[in-house]
């Protein structure tokens, strides 16, 4: 291989990509440069793929770009004062990278920083389908030897996930809905169950619930089978129109309702509910709060997120996952993994 170019795949337009020649990243001042060991495929992905992203079209990301944003690998190369200590570490990374001066920044909310990039998402920053990544050293969080290359892959989702069962104010022995069986809502069930919440997990349809149910789910519905019970909590982790509002009308009174997951079209709820319910609703954008909890979660074994991977393929196969081809003999789980050295 030449030195000075790597493989990576690259998306040129909606269902148009493949793995091409690119040059190696170098580590500047400040950063590091990762040799990427597994990366995780997501609907934010999927979405860049056939041109729903809405960043395509308020000119936050263009064409062409390069996707990955689950990510964990080693540190091979340092920048200009960054602690030589991160050379050799297994790591992973937050994918918000704020401009560290606003006062949302200033603030320890980089994540919503209005000129932010977004790894492998927003502002034409490379993402980790690729051998090497450059990162800030600042976003980098190190894997402790107990969290594998998959687990350390599934750090960001989780993130995420948790941050939206935290945010549901949940305590041991209270009842909660999760709606959707994609990553983020199979791994919001599992942080919550395993602080002792009852959780059901909604699904579009009875196919739709296999996985979860392949998964260990027991109380896996659809929404015309969820039984008619007292729920202190709904998660939304779906990209469904509708589902803001039914979960607004089942959520007990004086509870919460946690939005995670973005419809392509506007989803309305009625304020007049939710005052009227006293509920508090939350918004989570970002994992970036939750990366710590996760990896002390992942590394406890108090959550073992592997069982959600189904499968990983090489670089070449990234095209076909994204384009919705799971690939022969995966396992029931809803997460592809690429491992861009195969």
């Known amino acids: 291989m030449s030195s000075d170019s790597m493989r990576a795949f690259v998306l040129h337009g909606p269902g148009r990509g493949g793995v091409e020649r690119v040059p190696v990243p170098v580590a500047e001042p400040g950063q590091v440069v990762v040799d990427v060991d597994r990366v995780g495929v997501c609907g934010t992905d999927v979405e860049f793929f056939t041109g729903e992203m809405a960043y395509l079209r308020d000119g936050h990301a263009a064409y062409p770009m390069r996707l990955g944003h689950e990510w964990c690998g080693v540190v091979s190369e340092v920048g200009a004062g960054v602690d030589t200590g991160w050379l050799g570490r297994r790591v992973t990374g937050d994918t918000m990278l704020g401009c560290g001066h606003c006062h949302r920044c200033r603030s320890g909310r980089q994540h919503v920083c209005e000129r932010r990039y977004e790894i492998g998402i927003r502002g034409g920053r490379p993402g980790a389908l690729a051998e090497r990544l450059a990162v800030p050293a600042t976003a980098l969080h190190a894997l402790p030897d107990a969290i594998g290359a998959v687990a350390g892959a599934m750090v960001e989702p989780g993130g995420n996930a948790l941050r939206a069962v935290e945010a549901a104010a949940l305590e041991p022995g209270m009842r909660a809905v999760v709606w959707g069986p994609g990553a983020i809502g199979l791994l919001a069930a599992r942080f919550a169950a395993a602080h002792g919440v009852e959780v059901h997990v909604v699904g579009p349809s009875p196919e739709s619930l296999e996985h979860a149910r392949a998964l260990g789910v027991d109380r896996a519905w659809t929404i015309d089978d969820l039984p008619r019970l007292p729920y202190d909590a709904m998660i939304d982790a779906t990209n469904d129109r509708s589902v803001p509002a039914a ?63 189904a499968a990983t393929v090489g670089l070449a196969g990234t095209g076909d996952v994204l384009a919705g081809r799971r690939p022969p003999g995966a396992g029931p789980g809803p997460k592809i993994h690429v491992d861009p050295r195969r």
């Open 247 to 309: 979960a607004l009308d089942l959520v007990e009174p004086g509870r919460r309702v946690v939005y995670i997951g973005l419809s392509s079209r506007p989803s309305t709820i009625d304020t007049r509910i939710l005052v009227l319910k006293d509920v508090t609703a939350v918004g989570i954008l970002s994992a970036s709060p939750g990366l710590a909890g996760a990896i002390e979660h992942y590394a406890s074994g108090l959550v073992d997120p592997e069982p959600l991977v």
